[in-house]
């Protein structure tokens, strides 16, 4: 179906797109059809804000590993991901770097089982969409397990060893620990597995009962020892010895099992055709046995038995956790049922295996954890990702204690870019245009009212009944009409000099003190970064060194004066306008002159002026000399602060200077590119708290970005001053021979 098939519009229309620079194989039609209709215009801010999917982890061993998805890969580009708590708080947090060409790259966390429990989701820092955002629930926790065994460890013979078959089959998706179980119950456990012990004491028995009762899994495993030895802790009755199947003496064969019934909780396995059970522990007969029964075997007998008690439940698998009685666990099906057993633990079993969950909070649009609208419908609680649409959002169902977690990156797997346009679509970034100064215009129109309302007074009450000139009399409309002409002309005859003025007085302050200056770019959020990183370093450098200067101004190479300032910071935006060739021409007299421009592409780009499409053009025209990464021991790395790398917001980008300095302009580079986004380190508010945080982060980083910034200001007011004094002792040396 033709993309936008049935829009119309009466005469011409003048369309706004607004994009995220995301689209499909229908934009460009779309686009073609919004056309025909008039002028279209596409607002876009990928170039700037990146789209970006975060699918859903797989846990591999002690770790979660999850792929970042990206729309454009036409250009490097490093993101952050962090893994967050149900409160929010930053558990850990793991950079992301693609190159040229790559689509996708995997990132992995290794974190302690505690607080990889405690984690509630994944987030792409600075991706507000639920598309960047994996909510966690159970299925990704890494659940302890402790492992008891009434049998020597085997560690000479671990193939015989029970506790050897159940690490393997636990160990890939749990935390496994090993001991008594009065020592396991003293750390958080979910689960406790006790394989082939006999009767316990009365005091561990009522310990391992009440953990039980606050939402704890007790698996057993039957053997000789719990044949012989049946205690409480068991969910049937059991009859005394032992029950064998095959053998010698015996005219029945090792026994299969059951289909596992729908209410079970391994309901839905394969049981594969040779597993089978040679030896087994029977129940004694009851009422309610068969509703304890997960699991049986072909001729009917329990193989796995429960009771719930309290919030847990105790299990007992009526076989032995080694081949000594089943070869059950040497198959694959073992590790299944286990790891459906775990999920038993803190009261998962409610909404995991039947029934309906009701959405708990849902994910806006925004990425945001919200109350669930009123059209927000419960799902299954079987239900997979295919239920995901208006009626079932992407969030958490279930209860606080039990949550589902249902995400729209478990379907959505790729995103595309918007793509070429048609001929003539104009296309650019938000916020281009800059701001617009009004208050001159509403004063005036202020002013021009207040007189209207004057004279309307004046001449309700008659005393503008008329005036005489030249000894006529005229209306007193012609008196108005001359009296509201020279008060709207007035703020116009008075705005070029208050311009001069003002010009005038901006030189007078620039000349009297020294001054950091950045260029406007016209976007407001970047131009009051700039301004708020130059007025902290100014701080900075007021208590820390011999510099007196006095603030940061925001200039435009176009119309301003650039030569009273020693430094320009510039940060690159993917909308600012190109250059004229008066604007060219100014810079590059500025650069002859002794001046130092710092092109900041704010993108931790490690790549010079190829490396940014936007710094590309901007540098069009310009005399940029050769370019080369800043040495180790460069006069930058210390001229105030010894330093080996330069990092601001980000880390990690290089720093590019020019390859060969010579001695005009005391040595000092007229260009220097980067892209690690300092001004947005350096920003502070007026109580001195940091506007932004830095990446990977850490007081350390910030203060290192502010050295940078110290350094560079005394680089391009000293040049190679502190390059020459470096040789002093050499020179002394020599002078003394």
């Known amino acids: 179906m033709e993309a936008g098939r049935g829009l119309a519009a009466r005469g011409s229309a003048h369309t706004v797109w607004l994009s995220d620079g995301i ?33 859903p ?3 591999e061993g002690a770790g979660l590993t999850a792929r970042v998805v990206r729309a454009d890969a036409s250009r490097p580009e490093s993101v952050t991901v962090r893994l967050s708590g149900a409160d929010g708080r930053l558990l850990t947090r793991q950079p992301v770097a693609f190159d040229a060409g790559q689509l996708s790259r995997e990132v992995r966390f290794e974190v302690p089982a505690e607080l990889r429990n405690d984690a509630a989701s994944l987030r792409v820092e600075n991706d507000t969409t639920a598309g960047a955002t994996v909510l966690l629930d159970e299925r990704w926790r890494r659940r302890p397990v402790g492992l008891a065994s009434g049998r020597a460890n085997g560690e000479n013979q671990p193939l015989l060893s029970d506790l050897h078959y159940l690490e393997r089959a636990l160990a890939p998706y749990n935390e496994v620990r090993r001991g008594e ?50 205690d409480r802790l068991v969910p049937v009755r059991l009859r005394l010895g032992d029950r064998a199947l095959g053998g010698a003496l015996s005219w029945s064969e090792p026994a299969k099992l059951q289909p596992f019934d729908g209410r079970s909780p391994f309901a839905g396995l394969h049981i594969p055709d040779d597993v089978a059970v040679s030896r087994q522990v029977l129940a004694e007969p009851a009422l309610d046995l068969a509703d304890r029964t997960w699991a049986r075997l072909q001729d009917g007998t329990p193989l796995v038995t429960s009771e719930k008690r309290g919030d847990g439940y105790i299990v007992l698998v009526h076989t032995t956790a080694s081949p000594e009685w089943s070869n059950l666990p040497m198959s694959g099906l073992f590790v299944d049922m286990l790891r459906r057993l775990v999920t038993l633990s803190g009261g998962v079993a409610g909404g995991a295996h039947g029934g309906t969950l009701e959405p708990l909070e849902v994910l806006d649009g925004f990425g945001r954890l919200v109350p669930p609208p009123a059209a927000a419908f419960p799902i299954a609680g079987d239900a997979g990702a295919d239920v995901l649409g208006p009626r079932h959002p992407p969030g958490f169902y279930g209860t606080e204690e039990a949550r589902r977690a249902l995400n729209l990156t478990a379907t959505l797997t790729r995103i595309e870019p918007l793509g070429a346009m048609p001929g003539g679509v104009a296309r650019g970034p938000y916020g281009t245009r800059g701001e617009v100064a009004l208050k001159p215009a509403l004063l005036g129109i202020a002013l021009s009212l207040a007189m209207i309302d004057l004279l309307i007074a004046l001449m309700l009450r008659g005393l503008l009944g008329g005036l005489r000139f030249g000894g006529k009399r005229r209306r007193a409309g012609a008196t108005a009409a001359v009296l509201l002409t020279l008060g709207a002309a007035l703020p116009m005859a008075a705005a070029p000099w208050q311009s001069a003025r003002a010009d005038d007085a901006q030189s007078t302050k620039v000349t009297a003190e020294t001054y950091l200056a950045y260029v406007r770019t016209g976007n407001g959020t970047v131009d009051d970064t700039s301004r708020a990183g130059l007025e902290s370093l100014v701080d900075v450098l007021t208590r820390r060194t011999a510099v007196e200067a006095a603030g940061a101004v925001g200039v435009d190479p176009e119309t301003d004066e650039l030569a009273f300032y020693p430094l320009l910071y510039w940060p690159v935006s993917g909308g600012q306008r190109a250059l004229s060739d008066h604007a060219r021409a100014r810079l590059n007299e500025y650069m ?100 932004y945080a830095v990446v ?8 290192m970005a502010y050295r940078f910034g110290v350094n560079l200001v005394m680089y391009a007011l000293t040049g190679n001053y502190k390059a020459d004094q470096v040789h002093v002792p050499a020179i002394l040396e020599r002078l003394g021979q």
């Open 181 to 230: 179980p009065d020592e396991l119950l003293k750390r958080d456990l979910a689960v406790l597995v006790l394989s082939d012990i006999g009767a316990l004491t009365g005091q561990e028995a009522q310990t391992i009962e009440d953990w039980v009762r606050k939402g704890g899994v007790l698996l057993r495993f039957a053997g000789p020892r719990l044949a012989q030895n049946p």
């Open 23 to 55: 689209g499909d194989r229908t934009a460009r039609g779309l686009a073609e059809t919004l056309q025909r209709m008039g002028s279209l215009e596409i607002l876009d801010d990928s170039a700037e804000k990146p789209p970006h999917l975060l699918l």
């Open 57 to 59: 982890p797989s846990s």
């Open 696 to 703: 990977p982060g850490g007081g350390r980083q910030r203060e």
């Open 592 to 691: 002859r002159n002794g001046g130092t421009i710092l092109f900041d592409t704010r993108d931790q780009s490690a790549g010079a002026v190829g490396g940014n499409q936007a710094l590309q053009g901007m540098v069009q025209g310009l005399d940029i000399p050769p370019l080369a990464l800043v040495p180790p021991d460069h006069v930058l790395t210390k001229s105030f602060y010894l330093l080996n790398d330069f990092p601001g917001r980000y880390n990690g980008g290089n720093l590019w200077i020019e390859a060969r300095e010579g001695r005009a302009n005391d040595g000092v580079s007229p260009v220097l590119i980067g892209g690690n986004d300092w001004a947005a380190a350096w920003a502070a508010n007026r109580n001195g708290q940091p506007l």
